[in-house]
């Protein structure tokens, strides 16, 4: 991302110094602060941060799905294949959720409608973005989306009701709906949080081969590392409602360049091997209603040493090598030495070279 | 079952950090059945919630309780702790059967025998202040005397609380510093055992290892013993001594944490094991990889044989007409499964 040398038509989402601000009775909270990144065709890029960290309110904001009643203001700049959609009238904005963008939630009754058949529910989403051929055509596709995402006996299943659904097959079909008209842009808010491990697993497969049958990019918005490890191309590392860091998945995994995602990966217990003791970041997410000044970060980081400057000025998200960005005043005393080490540590456990460009 | 082989004692030798010897709890062939009716005239039927459940801990030892939501797992640590009574089976707490003691009898049991909720936003009242959640066990069995406000304040401190915090309402912290306070409480009536259900799922990943570690030195410090009922399996590597995993309502593999995580033998164990995200992009396509199909079938109505038959791999034709036995069968661990051998074992990532 950002690399410089893409073509612009390469780049089908394009966020530019995005804010959101929640307006309350007890004053702003800034969940989202000058927040920018790009998703090229078929690119694939993950959000991680914690609660708080603006993640879901940046990505929300993007096709206006806020609540309005917070009296949220947004400010920026999100062009979608070189449109603002910030500025969109209601029936632009329309055509393009389930149409060019489509969104996958956590909740997937959050957009299956209860009472409706789910066979009825995918028709009614073909034929709103205009499926050609008809209502038989419609359901000819309906039932062979069900099929993509793997849902045993389509036919069948199209004239049930959401609740007949188990979990993992309902996120199934909220992933139907959202392939149903093609989109250039997936964008899915915690996927899997509420699924157990095995479907989980199944769960990522399907958004894998959605995501291939379609040929759309996609936006991963979690808290969970494995599911950046499995999915992402790109990763975009957000604390306090700013972007700390950005890089290639390899890269960010192998050399993270910024004190908190170095801290969020060396705190993970792992599966494959005996950790002797977590080392985990002290303290607690910031409250963005009172965030600490300058570095959000600085007062959890043990790479500050005390520095004020961390205490006092925002650090710029600037780029450290091609690729990579990082909001670091310091990111250059993570030692090259110290990450290179890792880096040929990780290469070596898992038997995969690391390539420089990550990809 | 061999009961030799369920004894911290009788398992062969692996981790042995801060184990004391003995045994705390021991639980035999706990069965928990729900009478439910779907819907106000629908025909009864029975969840079979727990079914022949057996297990120890050991004094100073963490046995992990791991599986998929609606295992069961919970409800063991419910009935561990007689907040449900066992439709059939034992619960020796310390020598103590406790299965059927009735609630007067149980006072005293349960001062050394408490629970840690997953959710501290949920288990705390909300009006009372950090001091008066701290004490109100102590109150409650009459022992909140002179030295409680220092018992309070040394027990804040141990779980990494500022004393000077106690007159705040739990709103006022953080998720991670509501679960500390959780735990004080749960330390305040100086218990042998924990029973923690998910204590740590709930809160940021960032805090999460604050709690695993404050736990690791609570059992070190104080001789702890814990069962820790969890889904997240390398957090259950992390801090287990042994590990039981559950699959409808049945343990399935019980062992030595290596033993289990190293060389899983039942079917599903390994496919729960290769379930789990990778942990690095470079792992994603990771050979071997178990995918299994299918849902987890109803509580309602399980699977004849083998509960796992029908998301099984490997399953024959026994399996959908004969239970397997959880036992020994030439192995390491106890594993429920017809087909499991000695010596074939099964190689977790990242240790090809």
Redesign the interface.
């Known amino acids: 991302m950002n690399s410089g040398s893409d073509a612009r038509d390469d780049v089908i989402l394009e966020i530019r110094d995005l804010e959101v601000t929640f307006h309350g009775d007890d004053g702003s909270v800034q969940a989202a602060d000058r927040v920018s990144f790009t998703v090229r065709r078929g690119e694939t890029v993950a959000v991680v941060g ?2 708080g960290s603006g993640k879901s309110a940046s990505v929300l904001a993007v096709l206006q799905l806020l609540p309005r009643s917070g009296n949220v203001e947004v400010r920026g700049s999100v062009r979608l294949d070189g449109r603002e959609l910030l500025d969109a009238d209601r029936r632009t904005l329309r055509a393009v959720r389930g149409g060019a963008v489509a969104m996958i939630f956590q909740d997937p009754m959050t957009s299956l409608n209860p009472v409706v058949r789910v066979g009825k529910q995918l028709v009614e989403m073909l034929r709103e973005h205009r499926y050609p051929g008809g209502r038989r055509a419609a359901e000819r596709r309906a039932v062979e989306l069900l099929r993509v995402v793997g849902i045993p006996q389509p036919e069948l299943r199209m004239r049930q009701f959401p609740h007949e659904f ?1 979990g ?2 309902r996120q199934r079909v909220m992933i139907a709906m959202a392939i149903a008209n093609e989109p250039s842009l997936l964008i899915a808010d915690e996927p899997t949080t509420a699924l ?7 769960v ?2 399907v958004l894998r081969d959605a995501k291939a049958a379609t040929g759309a990019a996609a936006i991963v918005i979690t ?5 950046v ?2 999915l ?1 191309d790109t990763v975009v590392v957000m604390y306090g409602g700013r972007v700390v860091e950005t890089g290639s ?2 890269e960010i ?2 050399a993270p360049r910024h004190p ?1 995602t170095i ?2 990966m060396a ?9 002797d ?6 303290g ?2 910031p409250n963005l209603a009172d965030p600490p000044p300058g570095c959000r970060f600085h007062p ?1 980081c043990t790479l500050r040493a005390g520095r004020d400057v961390c205490a006092t000025e925002t650090p710029e998200l600037r780029e450290i090598a091609a690729g990579r960005r990082s909001a670091c005043h310091f990111t250059e005393e993570i030692s090259a030495e110290e990450t290179a080490a890792e880096a040929a540590r ?2 070596e ?4 070279p ?1 390539t420089g460009d990550g990809r | 079952m061999t009961t030799s082989a369920l004894t911290p004692a009788g398992t062969p030798a692996g981790s042995s950090m801060g184990r004391a010897g003995g045994e705390i709890l021991r639980v035999e062939n706990l069965t928990i059945h729900f009478p439910v009716r779907s819907g106000l005239l629908g025909p009864r039927q029975t969840v079979q919630a727990v079914n022949d459940v057996s297990f120890t801990i050991g004094r100073g030892e963490t046995l992990g309780l791991v599986g998929e939501s609606g295992c069961g797992k919970s409800t063991t640590g419910l009935a561990v702790i007689r907040r449900l009574r066992p439709t059939s089976g034992r619960i020796v707490f310390d020598g103590r059967d406790i299965s059927t003691a009735s609630r007067s009898a149980l006072r005293p049991v349960r001062r050394n025998m408490q629970f840690v909720f997953q959710d501290p936003a949920e288990s705390l009242n909300p009006r009372m202040t950090t001091h008066e959640i701290i004490a109100e066990p102590l109150r409650i069995h009459g022992r909140y005397d002179a030295a409680g406000p220092a018992k309070v304040a040394e027990l804040m401190e141990r779980c990494g609380l500022d004393p000077r915090w106690s007159g705040r309402l739990p709103h006022e912290f953080s998720g991670g510093q509501r679960q500390r306070i959780g735990i004080a409480r749960a330390l305040a009536l100086d218990p042998s055992l924990l029973i923690l259900d998910e204590p740590v799922s709930a809160l940021d990943v960032s805090v999460q290892a604050q709690i695993v570690n404050l736990l690791v030195d609570l059992q070190r410090d104080l001789g702890l013993s814990y069962l820790f009922i969890a889904h997240d399996l390398a957090v259950v590597r992390h801090i287990s001594h042994r590990v039981a995993v559950m699959y409808l309502g049945r343990i399935v593999e019980y062992g030595e944490k290596d033993q289990i995580y190293r060389s899983p033998r039942h079917p599903y164990t390994q496919a729960l094991l290769s379930s789990v995200p990778a942990h690095t992009p470079a792992e994603r396509n990771r050979p071997g990889r178990i995918k299994l199909t299918g849902d987890v079938p109803s509580p309602l109505d399980p699977p004849s044989g083998c509960h796992f038959h029908t998301r099984c791999p490997k399953a024959i034709d026994r399996c959908s007409h004969d239970d397997p036995a959880l036992d020994l069968r030439g192995g390491r661990q106890l594993v429920a499964c017809h087909l499991a051998e000695p010596g074939a074992d099964h190689q977790t990532q990242g240790e090809r």
Do not use: K
Not at chain 1, 223 to 227: C, Q, T, Y
Not at chain 1, 267 to 275: I, K, N, Q, Y
């Open positions: 914690e609660s188990s993992g097959m157990d491990v095995t479907i989980q697993a199944q990522l497969d808290h969970d590392l494995g599911v490890a499995e992402a998945a390899e995994f192998a908190y801290g969020l705190g993970l217990p792992r599966l494959d091997a005996d950790v003791r977590l080392v985990p970041i002290p607690s997410p959890r990780v290469s456990l898992t038997g995969v690391l």
